[in-house]
């Protein structure tokens, strides 16, 4: 499944309208294909009506349903034009009634929402405020055309939006039905395929059918040299985080590689060695407070090494942390910069400068804006193409985390829709890490190892928090149950 913007969405339907398939006939099917989505029989069904294509569906679903017998009226903000003023011609010669918005009384069984389409941005003003309320005030079943009116779709912003029951996306999933408060307002997404060419178009969906092709059979005949080795560095004074570091490990080694060495600063070995069990342990020069710089310890702990991770716990001094990453970005070995090794960067992006590792960086929306000097605002605003722009301008892979998560290499994007607030603690994160960091030792890519690691955390979560609700699941309990999906993958 390809999950498109706007623009990309707009782009396949011209091109499906210029291969011969008229705008007509495009209106038509959806209209079809939202009546298949609801019982609208013996139902008393109002649909309000805005402008352009998303109006339009509104119309050819009234025809639709006034064919078949159904008891539906249709409520315009605006005079119909164009392909959407055809439908509503076919619907009034049926005998279907139109009325002004102003005139709707919302005591209705459905009502279908064909206000504003994707389109949409910025907020809705008064008078379509005014009816945004009043459809989510109506107590009816509600049924929106593609997104539900107010949000964006290319971020899943916006001020009031309606709250629907059940949205029908056109064709394709736009990145606002996930992002942003997509996934809230949406209901149920469903999603109707109408015949407009988009197979080639947008990120590729993140799911276990894209995951399970990374978890083959292991051969009788391997060791644990056949699965790669990785590193993950972190930990400090003020973020010992022994528990964390091996919930990482863990993770790591759940995720399939064959050995994973915990590096910290030297006086938390202690601590860690109680908590890091599977794991092998790496002292790391500190200065009493966090890792110092140690060119034969780097030699030393990169070597073999398939994929390092560093960031978790390492707290400030970015200047002398900042040695440390742009050593190992200058290795020939897959670098994973989570955390504080993102402050790093923010710090000194030229730490990025001509670096010969495979780099990921894995932030958040507010370290994604420090890292490219943008406000938090420009970055909701338009998440896929900061991460874009930043991936080709550094040539790097970038997974930004959300509600979905976003991973480009800058030519390629996915999207890994599927989390939810259940993962939304202190130490979810560092779990992440782990998991890529064994995946990528593997010998997959960043973006590969980055949207499938994400999806098996979703998925841990998920599984916790339902037996042990949202507020009770654990970063800790989400990594010990990463094993049990990947097991599954070869039933």
Request: negative net charge.
């Amino acid at each position: 499944m390809r999950i498109l913007t706007n623009g990309q969405m707009r782009l396949a339907d011209r091109h499906t309208i210029e291969g011969g398939v008229s705008g007509f006939e495009l209106m038509r099917r959806a209209g079809a294909a939202i009546a298949e989505c609801a019982d609208f029989s013996g139902r008393k069904t109002y649909i309000i009506c805005g402008k352009g294509n998303n109006g339009g569906d509104g119309y050819s679903l009234a025809a639709v349903l006034l064919s078949r017998g159904c008891d539906v009226t249709v409520f315009k903000t605006v005079e119909p034009e164009g392909d959407s003023a055809a439908f509503s011609e076919i619907y009034k010669s049926k005998g279907g009634r139109e009325f002004a918005a102003s005139e709707c009384d919302y005591k209705c069984d459905i009502l279908v929402d064909c206000l504003f389409g994707t389109g949409f941005h910025g907020e809705a003003d008064d008078i379509y405020a005014e009816i945004i309320d009043k459809i989510n005030e109506s107590g009816a079943f509600v049924v929106s055309a593609d997104i539900p009116s107010g949000l964006n779709g290319d971020n899943g912003r916006g001020g009031k939006c309606v709250n629907a029951d059940i949205t029908v996306a056109i064709q394709a999933p736009k990145l606002g039905h996930f992002l942003g408060k997509g996934k809230d307002v949406c209901g149920k997404l469903i999603i109707k395929d109408i015949g407009i060419d988009c197979k080639d178009t947008g990120a590729l969906a993140v799911d276990e059918k894209f995951c399970a092709r990374f978890f083959p059979p292991r051969r009788n005949d391997s060791n644990k040299g056949s699965y790669g080795r990785c590193a993950i560095i972190g930990g400090s004074k003020n973020y010992p985080g022994a528990i964390k570091l091996a919930d990482m490990g863990l993770a790591a080694l759940q995720s399939g590689c064959g050995l994973c060495t915990v590096a910290a600063p030297e006086f938390l070995i202690p601590a860690l060695s109680a908590a890091v069990v599977e794991n092998t342990l790496f002292p790391l020069d500190d200065d009493g407070r966090g890792i110092c710089y140690n060119k034969e310890q780097i030699d030393e702990l990169a070597r073999m090494m398939k994929c390092v991770a560093i960031g978790p716990g390492i707290g400030g001094g970015y200047k002398e942390k900042s040695r440390v990453i742009a050593d190992l970005a200058s290795r020939n070995i897959r670098l994973i910069i989570d955390a504080d090794g993102l402050n790093c960067l923010a710090n000194d992006i030229s730490v990025l400068d001509n670096h010969t590792a495979d780099i990921l960086v894995t932030p958040h929306p507010m370290e994604m804006a420090r890292l490219n000097k943008l406000t938090l605002d420009q970055v909701l605003e338009a998440p896929l193409a900061v991460a874009e722009n930043f991936a080709k301008k550094y040539g790097v892979t970038v997974l930004l985390k959300g509600s979905a998560t976003i991973i480009t290499d800058g030519e390629k994007a996915y999207v890994m829709k599927d989390g939810g607030p259940y993962l939304a603690k202190g130490g979810s994160g560092d779990v992440l890490t782990g998991v890529i960091t064994g995946i990528a030792a593997r010998g997959y890519s960043l973006a590969e190892s980055a949207a499938v690691g994400s999806y098996l955390c979703a998925m841990a979560g998920k599984r916790v928090s339902s037996r042990i609700g949202e507020y009770g699941t654990l970063p800790s309990q989400v990594a010990r149950e990463i094993k049990r999906i990947t097991d599954e993958f070869g039933v």
